[in-house]
């Protein structure tokens, strides 16, 4: 996925459709010249529908489509016929979209699953044609059931990627490079900060075909809460993971503070983001001899932690137990 096509955030001008008018119409044949009324209903107003779809991942599609608009319903007909519904407009959108009001900032819905069908904007309700005003004491009611207005509105939609696993770390942690060897995604690796621009997902296959979703997310530095580095902007993406997986590389200076920088920044942008689960692995481990490693686990005493390698795999298939483990407990 290139940089420039990641889009997670979109400000739309949403408005559904009228509802049309119930009609006033009254029966006119040759052998009953002065009939009752016959006036339908009018049609719904079109709805602006936002729609879950798997096969998305981002809201670019929507970056340029800045106004939506459905369609309006239709007047009623003679002999009661209701008038035809205003079209909908369905919006795909990747899973993981909240939809919000510009204005006031609330929270609508989110769209959590596949195929998942939710009204961002209701079209106006037809109106009742005359024939339901009828009655004992009005037997030419002669109005009939104006249909509901549009609404209208500015709505944003923010992706918060719901993967199963997110991984934080610092800057050239190996975040990317675990994606890149546990899943088929291809993000970008190299060895300056910053190489990750944009939050990359991957599929990572585990026995017997099952399988979570990793998203890697770009480094995150102390001071990240004060805007430093890419800042916060990502940390969105992780709020709905169900777990986070840390990634502290074998050449830090020390693994316990940078461990403590990681959660302290989380925990400045949402404490609750302390409450998911979370795991430790020391990346780069190829770096570290068997003596080094027992050092560090002394060094890192209460914190359960793993060590890997992405380069040469050692610890790649512990670490996928593990998640599992914790995934599924
Ligand atoms: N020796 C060794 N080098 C690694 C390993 N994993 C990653 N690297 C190297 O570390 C550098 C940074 O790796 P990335 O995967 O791009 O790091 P990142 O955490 O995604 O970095 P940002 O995207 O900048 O936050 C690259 O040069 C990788 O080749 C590993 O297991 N062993
Ligand atoms: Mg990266």
């Keep these: 996925?290139?940089?420039?096509?990641?889009?997670?955030?979109?400000?739309?001008?949403?408005?559904?459709?009228?509802?049309?008018?119930?009609?006033?119409?009254?029966?006119?044949?040759?052998?009953?010249?002065?009939?009752?009324?016959?006036?339908?209903?009018?049609?719904?107003?079109?709805?602006?529908?936002?729609?879950?779809?798997?096969?998305?991942?981002?809201?670019?599609?929507?970056?340029?489509?800045?106004?939506?608009?459905?369609?309006?319903?239709?007047?009623?007909?003679?002999?009661?016929?209701?008038?035809?519904?205003?079209?909908?407009?369905?919006?795909?959108v990747p899973l993981g979209t909240v939809a919000k009001d510009a204005e006031t900032g609330e929270t609508l819905f989110e769209i959590t699953t596949d195929g998942e069908s939710k009204i961002l904007v209701q079209g106006g309700r037809g109106g009742l044609g005359n024939v339901h005003f009828k009655s004992a004491t009005q037997q030419t009611p002669r109005f009939a059931q104006p249909g509901e207005p549009f609404v209208e509105g500015w709505f944003t939609l923010e992706l918060k990627i719901l993967a199963d696993v997110g991984l934080v770390g610092f800057p050239s942690a190996g975040k990317s490079t675990l994606l890149s060897v546990v899943s088929a995604a291809k993000p970008k690796i190299a060895d300056y900060p910053f190489t990750t621009l944009v939050p990359n997902i991957g599929i990572v296959s585990y026995r017997d075909n099952?399988?979570?979703?990793?998203?890697?997310?770009p480094g995150i530095i102390e001071g990240a809460h004060e805007g430093k580095g890419l800042g916060l902007r990502f940390l969105r993406h992780i709020e709905r993971n169900s777990m986070l997986l840390f990634m502290v590389p074998a050449d830090a200076k020390d693994y316990r503070k940078e461990f403590?920088?990681?959660?302290?920044?989380?925990?400045?942008?949402?404490?609750?983001?302390?409450?998911?689960?979370?795991?430790?692995?020391?990346?780069?481990?190829?770096?570290?001899?068997?003596?080094?490693?027992?050092?560090?686990?002394?060094?890192?005493?209460?914190?359960?932690?793993?060590?890997?390698?992405?380069?040469?795999?050692?610890?790649?298939?512990?670490?996928?137990?593990?998640?599992?483990?914790?995934?599924?407990?």
Excluded at 3 to 22: E, H, L, Q, W
């Design 1 to 92: 996925m290139a940089d420039t096509n990641f889009v997670d955030y979109v400000k739309i001008y949403a408005r559904s459709g009228n509802g049309g008018p119930g009609s006033t119409h009254f029966r006119r044949e040759k052998s009953e010249p002065k009939g009752g009324p016959d006036g339908g209903d009018g049609g719904r107003g079109g709805h602006i529908i936002l729609v879950g779809n798997t096969q998305m991942w981002t809201l670019l599609h929507l970056k340029y489509r800045r106004h939506v608009f459905a369609g309006h319903g239709e007047s009623g007909g003679k002999q009661c016929s209701s008038g035809a519904d205003g079209e909908d407009v369905y919006l795909d």
């Design 210 to 217: 099952q399988s979570f979703v990793m998203a890697d997310i």
């Design 260 to 329: 403590g920088i990681l959660m302290n920044e989380l925990q400045q942008y949402n404490p609750e983001l302390l409450d998911k689960d979370r795991f430790l692995v020391i990346s780069k481990s190829d770096f570290l001899d068997d003596e080094l490693k027992v050092e560090i686990s002394e060094q890192l005493k209460d914190i359960p932690h793993l060590f890997i390698s992405s380069i040469t795999g050692q610890g790649i298939m512990q670490l996928k137990d593990k998640i599992w483990q914790i995934l599924n407990k």
